[in-house]
């Protein structure tokens, strides 16, 4: 038996984090083993967990680097499942492919591109070798339509990796970030 991976990308607030939480509810109804992880540097919502811009959290390993999945990974595990993939090097790729072999399910939560626009390398490949991806959309907070896939720094840059919330980025669409660039 082999496993498939799964990444669910977008823009902040579409509902990643979500939508990854609902497939671990998922497994988990189904008497399925899962494992999640997450990097250590967000640190946004509390330390050991995974959790939405709505509050929901569910308990997850901090790993500082992908190769660190492994140590976790024992016989009986379905499924493993990461947020915020942007953060995590690019060995992700190789450890998600290895894990399909062995018939473990891999669901990939993360950006796609930085607030300058600029694709995150992990999210990138990973796309690449996906069997299924998710493109969400969250609401624009200039026009309100469901439609943003951008998101917008708006505080001074602090590097194109910075946590944070609403405090540092809205999500926008293309037509407003046209308008917001001038
Ligand atoms: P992500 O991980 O993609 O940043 P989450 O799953 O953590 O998103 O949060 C999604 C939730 O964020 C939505 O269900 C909604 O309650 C809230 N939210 C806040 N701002 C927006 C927005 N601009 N568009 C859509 N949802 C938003
Ligand atoms: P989210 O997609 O779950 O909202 O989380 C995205 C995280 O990434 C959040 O901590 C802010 C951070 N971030 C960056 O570090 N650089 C960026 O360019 C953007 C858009 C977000
Ligand atoms: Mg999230
Ligand atoms: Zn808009």
Excluded: W
Excluded at 87 to 112: P, R, T, W
Excluded at 145 to 165: F, L, N, Q
């Amino acid at each position: 038996m082999v496993g498939k991976i799964t990444v669910i990308t977008g823009p902040m607030y579409s509902g990643k984090t979500t939508e990854l939480l609902s497939f671990v509810e998922i497994y988990n109804i189904g008497r399925k083993k899962t494992i999640v992880f997450k990097p250590s540097i967000d640190n946004r919502y509390g330390i050991d967990t995974v959790s939405t811009h709505t509050g929901f959290q569910v308990k997850a390993h901090r790993i500082t680097k992908a190769s660190e999945i492994l140590d976790y990974i024992t016989e009986d595990i379905d499924a493993v499942f990461v947020d915020e993939i942007q953060f995590l090097d690019v060995q992700l790729v190789e450890i998600a492919k290895e894990l399909v072999f062995k018939g473990i399910d891999v669901y990939c939560a993360g950006l796609d591109i930085s607030y300058l626009e600029n694709p995150f390398e992990t999210t990138s490949k990973l796309l690449a070798i996906a069997d299924e991806v998710i493109k969400k959309r969250a609401v624009c907070e200039k026009c309100g339509e469901h439609r943003a896939t951008y998101s917008y720094k708006i505080v001074p840059d602090g590097g194109e990796i910075d946590v944070g919330g609403k405090d540092k980025y809205i999500a926008v669409c293309r037509e407003c970030l046209k308008k917001l660039k001038g």
